[in-house]
C-alpha cells in the first residue's frame, strides 16, 4: 500500500547506515525475504513485479522496522495507528 515503508539498519564497519525502501505509488507493496545468508526488500506492483530491490547481507543487518501506512478514514480504518513490526533476524 503507498506510504508503507521499510526501513533497514546495518553495519558499515565504524559506523550504521539508515537505508528505506517503500511503496512509491498506489497498488504497490513492499516484501522481506530471507535465504541463505541476503536479506532482501522489495517494492512490488499489484501484479507481483519487482519494481525496485535492495540487497544486505544478514550478517551486517541491525534492525530491519516495518512502518505500515496509516489508514485512511475514506477506508473505515483507524487513522492514529502508530504501528511498526520488528523482525528479528536468526542466523
Known amino acids: ?3 508503507d ?3 533497514i539498519v546495518i553495519d558499515a564497519g565504524d559506523s550504521s547506515r539508515t537505508y528505506q525502501i517503500g511503496a512509491t505509488r498506489a497498488g504497490r507493496r513492499v ?3 530471507y535465504g ?3 536479506v532482501e526488500v522489495t517494492e512490488v506492483t499489484r501484479g507481483g513485479t519487482p519494481v525496485r530491490t535492495a540487497r544486505f ?3 551486517r543487518v541491525l534492525a530491519l522496522v516495518e512502518h ?3 489508514e485512511s ?7 492514529s495507528v502508530d504501528a511498526a ?3 528479528p533476524l536468526t542466523a
Open 68 to 70: 505500515p501506512a496509516a
Open 73 to 79: 478514514k475514506h477506508r473505515g480504518g483507524n487513522a
Open 36 to 38: 541463505r545468508g541476503i
Open 5 to 7: 515503508y521499510v526501513e
Open 1 to 3: 500500500m503507498m506510504g
Open 31 to 33: 516484501e522481506i525475504s
Open 57 to 59: 547481507m544478514s550478517a
Open 85 to 87: 513490526s520488528v523482525h
